[in-house]
């Protein structure tokens, strides 16, 4: 009878959602995206191939307004998952494992992500004269 009385599972008493696990999850769910923007990547690259009409079938959906928000999404994912991983690779050579080396790594992948992802926009505009 006292086997009733015990907790299924005590890690979820004191279970707290973190930072780093946050940014784990994150990673893996960025990998995922990048997988299905490069199908469109690679769809794009075969309207060129394809001729004339099936490239501006392609360009007319990257540059709706809700290809614009994957494009930016994706763009966001990359450079998001490209300075996690190196938080990582840090990681496996024992740099920065203390929890608050962790959570300041984190929170930097994430600012260097967002500051990458604006630049890497403005440059684009700036470069195609905001035809984009």
Same mark, same amino acid.
């Given at each position: #009878?006292?086997?009733?009385?015990r907790p299924v599972s005590p890690h979820l008493q004191? &279970?707290?959602? #973190?930072?780093? #696990?946050?940014?784990?999850?994150?990673?893996? #769910?960025?990998?995922?995206?990048?997988?299905?923007?490069? =199908?469109?990547?690679? &769809?794009?690259? +075969?309207?060129?191939?394809?001729?004339?009409?099936? &490239?501006?079938?392609?360009?007319?959906?990257?540059?709706?307004?809700?290809?614009?928000?994957?494009?930016?999404?994706?763009?966001?994912?990359?450079?998001?998952?490209?300075?996690?991983?190196?938080?990582?690779?840090?990681?496996?050579?024992?740099?920065g494992l203390e929890l608050s080396q962790a959570r300041?790594?984190?929170?930097?992948? +994430?600012?260097?992500?967002? =500051?990458?992802?604006?630049?890497?926009?403005?440059?684009? &505009?700036?470069?195609?004269?905001?035809?984009?």
């Amino acid at each position: #009878m006292a086997a009733q009385n015990r907790p299924v599972s005590p890690h979820l008493q004191i &279970y707290r959602f #973190m930072w780093t #696990m946050a940014l784990s999850i994150t990673h893996r #769910m960025t990998g995922m995206f990048l997988t299905i923007g490069t =199908i469109f990547l690679v &769809y794009w690259l +075969v309207s060129i191939a394809a001729g004339e009409a099936a &490239y501006a079938t392609a360009q007319g959906l990257i540059v709706s307004w809700p290809g614009r928000l994957l494009l930016f999404a994706w763009t966001l994912a990359f450079y998001f998952h490209f300075c996690n991983g190196l938080r990582h690779l840090f990681w496996d050579a024992g740099q920065g494992l203390e929890l608050s080396q962790a959570r300041l790594s984190g929170y930097l992948a +994430v600012v260097a992500a967002i =500051i990458l992802t604006v630049v890497t926009w403005v440059a684009a &505009y700036l470069v195609d004269g905001g035809a984009l």
